[in-house]
């Protein structure tokens, strides 16, 4: 009896340690007999309620670097709307630098807009709470609403862009968020490209998948970008950007068990992305 009760204080005890998240105790037991069961079972919830910690305070990190994140790229465009809001209080600016920060605004609020939706639609995707409706599309339909998304930044760019025939290759996709993923692809090749240039898009399938290929013009993807071009955030070393497009297409599909490769070809780069059968 005197054992027992001295059993039951020593796992009275542990559980307590337990419950105030110490998951460091060692309650492996090679004795048999029930009280040696018991203190397997505690033993293995012990386990779990580590893993449990481990993933909340792993999603607690992200969280707070996503927001550490978040804050960054919304402050770098607040702070230069806001000087150029100061410099337009100015009677005497010229007219012709007024035209140029009022343009500057238009496009500062467009970039904002855009970050804002499409940490929106990360933030969905994360969440779990987006259902892909999937549906048979011409590819072709697909690429010329990406390209109608864009009409303002490739004209203001003085930009175009030029579709191979690939003949009437049909995908089953959600038309909707994969004319996302594509947008945000050839809205990458456009920022990549000089201006006054052609972006190149192609499409086809083979037996494992149907493909949509965008080339652009911007001398290729360096070393020490390419591990890290789908992480969200990343900020290539060549040209500034929110970090946030490419990782939304990718995980635009992913979700749909799509795949987007990414190599260097010619003077460029060229991003494929891959609707598996």
Same mark, same amino acid.
């Given at each position: 009896?005197?054992?027992?009760?001295?059993?039951?204080?020593?796992?009275?005890?542990?559980?307590?340690?337990?419950?105030?998240?110490? #998951?460091?105790?060692?309650? =492996?037991?090679?004795?048999?007999?029930?009280?040696?069961?018991?203190?397997?079972?505690?033993?293995?919830?012990?386990? =779990?309620?580590?893993?449990?910690?481990?993933?909340?305070? $792993?999603?607690?990190?992200?969280?707070?670097?996503? /927001?550490?994140?978040?804050?960054?790229?919304?402050?770098?465009?607040?702070?230069?709307?806001?000087?150029?809001?100061?410099?337009? @209080?100015?009677? +005497?600016?010229?007219?012709?630098?007024?035209?140029? #920060?009022?343009? &500057?605004?238009?496009?500062?609020?467009?970039?904002?807009?855009?970050?804002?939706?499409?940490?929106?639609?990360?933030?969905?995707?994360?969440?779990?709470?987006?259902?892909?409706?999937?549906?048979? *599309?011409?590819?072709?339909?697909?690429?010329?609403?990406?390209?109608?998304?864009?009409?303002?930044?490739?004209?203001? =760019?003085?930009?175009? !862009?030029? !579709? &191979?025939?690939?003949?009437?290759? *049909?995908?089953?996709?959600?038309?909707?968020?994969?004319?996302?993923?594509?947008?945000?692809?050839?809205?990458?090749?456009?920022?990549? %490209?000089? @201006?006054?240039?052609?972006?190149? !898009? %192609?499409?086809?399938?083979?037996?494992?998948?149907?493909?949509?290929? !965008?080339?652009? $013009?911007?001398?290729?993807?360096?070393?020490?970008?390419?591990?890290? /071009?789908?992480?969200?955030?990343?900020?290539? &070393?060549?040209?500034?950007?929110? &970090? *946030?497009?490419?990782?939304?297409? /990718?995980?635009?599909?992913?979700?749909?068990?799509?795949? *987007?490769?990414?190599? +260097?070809?010619?003077?460029?780069?060229? #991003?494929? /992305?891959?609707? #598996?059968?």
């Amino acid at each position: 009896m005197i054992i027992r009760k001295k059993h039951i204080r020593e796992l009275s005890e542990s559980i307590r340690r337990i419950r105030d998240g110490d #998951f460091t105790l060692d309650l =492996r037991d090679n004795a048999e007999g029930e009280w040696s069961i018991l203190k397997s079972d505690v033993r293995k919830l012990t386990a =779990r309620l580590a893993e449990q910690s481990a993933v909340l305070q $792993s999603e607690k990190d992200a969280l707070r670097d996503a /927001l550490t994140n978040i804050s960054h790229q919304l402050k770098t465009p607040l702070t230069s709307l806001s000087i150029m809001a100061e410099l337009l @209080e100015d009677e +005497n600016l010229p007219p012709e630098r007024r035209r140029e #920060f009022v343009a &500057g605004l238009k496009i500062g609020l467009s970039h904002m807009e855009w970050l804002s939706l499409a940490l929106l639609k990360m933030a969905k995707l994360d969440a779990g709470a987006v259902e892909f409706r999937r549906e048979p *599309i011409y590819t072709r339909a697909l690429i010329a609403q990406s390209v109608e998304n864009l009409k303002i930044l490739l004209d203001v =760019r003085g930009q175009s !862009v030029t !579709v &191979g025939d690939g003949g009437a290759v *049909i995908i089953d996709c959600d038309a909707q968020w994969t004319a996302e993923a594509l947008t945000n692809i050839i809205k990458n090749a456009a920022e990549q %490209s000089p @201006e006054k240039c052609a972006i190149r !898009v %192609s499409y086809g399938e083979n037996p494992l998948c149907a493909w949509i290929a !965008v080339t652009d $013009s911007g001398g290729g993807i360096s070393k020490e970008d390419m591990p890290h /071009l789908f992480r969200r955030f990343y900020k290539s &070393g060549k040209q500034g950007g929110f &970090g *946030i497009g490419l990782p939304l297409s /990718l995980a635009i599909m992913r979700g749909q068990n799509g795949d *987007i490769d990414a190599e +260097n070809v010619n003077d460029g780069a060229v #991003f494929t /992305l891959k609707f #598996f059968r």
